[in-house]
C-alpha cells in the first residue's frame, strides 16, 4: 500500500474548524482517500473517503489536491468529542479491502 | 443495529499461558478481521475472514496464534502461549461483503496485559 504522512498531533479549540492535513505523494491512480477515526478506549470508525473530487458528509469534509498527492479532513466545528486520532489511509482499487494504518494525528480539543 | 460485540475487555495474565478471546461481529456481515494494536501504534491486520475461510493471515505469528471462525459467524483468537510482546488491544471488525471500499465496523476491542 502506498504510504501517508500525518502530523502526529494537532491542537483546537472547541467550536473552531480544524484541518487535518494527510500527504500521500506517491498515490496511485486507483487508490482511494479513507479516513478513519479513534476515540479514547474505542475501536476506530469511518468517517469519510473520496478518489478525486472533494466529498462532504454529516460528520466531516474531505478536500482533495488536484494533483492527488495530499488531502484534508475538515471538521467544520470541533466538538470535545472529536478529540480523538485521525487515520489517513490510502486503499487499492484493485487490491480488495485492506486497511493498513499508519500512526495518524493524535487531535487535542480544548474547551 | 447492534455492533460489534467482544469480550473480555480486559485480561491480565502470565507470560506463557493461554488466552482466547471472542467477537461476534454485525448480523449478516460475512467478513470478519482481528487486528492488533499496541500501544502509540495503528492496528496491525493479524487474519481476514470471508465467512468461515481464510482471506488473508500473512501478519499472524503462527507458532503461538491462532484463530477460527467455525460456522461463519463468531471467531475466536487465541495465543498459547503469552509472551510480554503480546500486550495489546486486540480489534475485531466486519464488513458486509469484504469488498473493495467496504466500510470495517470495529469492536471496543479486548485490552491484553502480559505481565
Known amino acids: 500500500d502506498a504510504k501517508t504522512t500525518q502530523p502526529n498531533s494537532m491542537e483546537s479549540n472547541e467550536e473552531e474548524p480544524v484541518h487535518l492535513p494527510c500527504n500521500h505523494s506517491?498515490?496511485?491512480?486507483?487508490?482511494?482517500i479513507h479516513w478513519y477515526r479513534q476515540l479514547p478506549s474505542q475501536g476506530p470508525e469511518y468517517v469519510i473517503h473520496?478518489?478525486?473530487s472533494n466529498v462532504n458528509n454529516r460528520m466531516a469534509s474531505l478536500a482533495i489536491a488536484e494533483d492527488r498527492k495530499s488531502s484534508t479532513l475538515i471538521l467544520h466545528r470541533a466538538t470535545l468529542r472529536d478529540a480523538a486520532v485521525y487515520y489517513c489511509i490510502l486503499r487499492d482499487g484493485n487490491a480488495g479491502n485492506m486497511l493498513t494504518f499508519g500512526g495518524g494525528t493524535r487531535l487535542m480539543v480544548k474547551p | 443495529e447492534a455492533g460489534v460485540a467482544q469480550s473480555p475487555r480486559y485480561k491480565i495474565i502470565e507470560k506463557r499461558q493461554s488466552v482466547a478471546f471472542w467477537c461476534n461481529p454485525i448480523s449478516g456481515h460475512a467478513t470478519l478481521y482481528w487486528y492488533q494494536q499496541i500501544l502509540g501504534q495503528g492496528p496491525k491486520l493479524l487474519i481476514q475472514?470471508?465467512?468461515?475461510?481464510?482471506?488473508?493471515d500473512s501478519q499472524l505469528p503462527k507458532d503461538r496464534f491462532s484463530a477460527e471462525r467455525l460456522k461463519g459467524v463468531d471467531s475466536t483468537l487465541k495465543i498459547q502461549p503469552a509472551k510480554l510482546e503480546d500486550s495489546a488491544v486486540y480489534l475485531c471488525?466486519?464488513?458486509?461483503?469484504?469488498?473493495?471500499?467496504?466500510?470495517?465496523?470495529f469492536g471496543p476491542g479486548t485490552r491484553l496485559l502480559v505481565l
Open positions: 506517491t498515490i496511485s491512480g486507483t487508490d482511494y
Open positions: 473520496g478518489l478525486t
Open positions: 475472514f470471508q465467512n468461515n475461510g481464510v482471506v488473508d
Open positions: 471488525a466486519s464488513s458486509l461483503f469484504g469488498s473493495d471500499q467496504e466500510t470495517q465496523y
